[in-house]
């Protein structure tokens, strides 16, 4: 009787990689700007329309600004990690088929599954957000959306033990209606679903720079004061509260993961997906800065606790056509975001689906538009599902830890890539080299990468297992379901499925 081979022992042959992304039937219509663009569409969203706000008024105050910097010193080790293994394998697949070729079957399935939480409610996310913010705008215009259809049905409540989740008999079908239209612009194909993310970009980062323009000439640098707030305890203000701002925006920077997932449609891979990466993400990180900076230096941090924050900062300016153009903008910002994250989503499970480990249905083309249609209709449903149930913070921090684990296997996967394989072609290398262990070779880059990693998972892990032992249990159950389910998963489908364990049965 022929006998699997064990799934931790299974590492998916270079070749076989490079083969993949030969015969993948995708059209190779990106270049570097438009890679870059992609890449600033996922980054510039949520991030700083939403989430710099709660970040600001929960738990760093304007130091909020410092912590952009941690998030984006984190995401730019990581990023070059990236670009190195995007020059040497160029696949939809990215980080999952990084860590399929380097560690194993069951570390890629686990990053995987990890990946798809980071994708899937980081969609959810975007999709909370732009519900707020297009309320918000219709607002203006005296046309308020039911609460019973905008609201999640899980409500965050903040008090003096921290924030608390408690149930509301609410949908928010707009969250699940954006998702929706998003599919269907992907479906049509990647060359029309670019050219809509770059007028999307254009139009946002404009807002965005005259919202620091205008806004910068009315700053009261006394709301700049005290920089660091005092320490409340559980991670509010403090150096703590720093750290805990960084690991929420941390999955605003998933955006070039978004570009190495396009590698398979890339005109030449090698060379355009690193520059597509590192480019996306120093502009990004810049618009960032100013943005915090503006925002917090325009109202007290306290009052940015809302859905809509850039909107109640420009309020301060006494400009209220300029607020109606921020929404818009900011309405532009998320759709962008939504659309390049769905995208990336559908391109990991393409590739997973490739390999066996899900159903056919994930890799099946569109015969007229050669686009993964089942499969981005099946993931936009399920982000949608989750926009409707969850609020945007319990949404940001699964992410977070999502984005983290996905980012730390891809530093090791550059570490053992380099040790295994030290003499393949690499059209970039990460710089401030390494040294060598036991024949194991310890790079200066993906350590710290690790490092920076390991310090965002941390708090919010610690926050999350804190609300446990209090009593609010529903984070660590959905975080802990979640995880069950994907084990569940692996054992009863990619398991017997796998493509490449088929091939070593003997």
Known sequence: MPRRAAPITIRKPLEAVRLDAETAGMHRTLGPVQLMLIGIGCIVGAGVYVMTGTAAAEYAGPAVILSFVIAGLACGFTALCYAELSSVLPVSGASYTYAYAALGEVTAWALAWMLMLEFGLASAALAVGFSGYLNSLLGDFAVHIPPAILQSTLVAQTGPQGTRFVFSPSLNLIALASLAVVALILIRGIRHSAAVNTLLVIVKVGVLLGFVVVGFGHVDTHNWT???????????????????????????????????????????????????????????????????????????????????PIAVAVEAVGAPVLSIIIKGGALTGLASVLLVNTYGHSRICFAMATDGMLPDAFRTLHPRFATPATGTIIIAAIAGIAAALLPITLLADLVSIGTAFVFSVVAISTMWLRTAHPDLTRPFRVPLGGIWVRGVWIGTVPVLALL?????????????????????????????????????????????????AGATTA
């Open 226 to 308: 005290p920089f660091i707030p005092q320490s409340e305890g559980r991670f509010r203000y403090g150096v703590a509260g720093i750290f805990r701002a960084a690991s929420i925006l941390f999955f605003a920077y998933l955006g070039f993961e978004a570009v190495a997932t396009a590698a398979a449609e890339a005109r030449h891979p090698q060379r355009d997906i690193p520059i597509g990466i590192l480019g996306a993400l120093a502009a990004s990180t810049l618009l960032y800065v100013a943005v915090g900076l503006t925002m917090t230096g325009l109202v007290p941090f306290r009052a940015l606790g809302v859905p809509d």
């Open 452 to 500: 920076f990693c390991l310090t965002m998972m941390g708090p919010v892990l610690i926050d999350i297992a804190g609300k446990a032992i209090g009593g609010d249990w529903i984070p660590a159950a959905i975080l802990g379901g979640y995880i069950l389910c994907g084990a569940l998963l692996y054992a009863g489908y990619g398991y017997r499925h796998s493509r490449l």
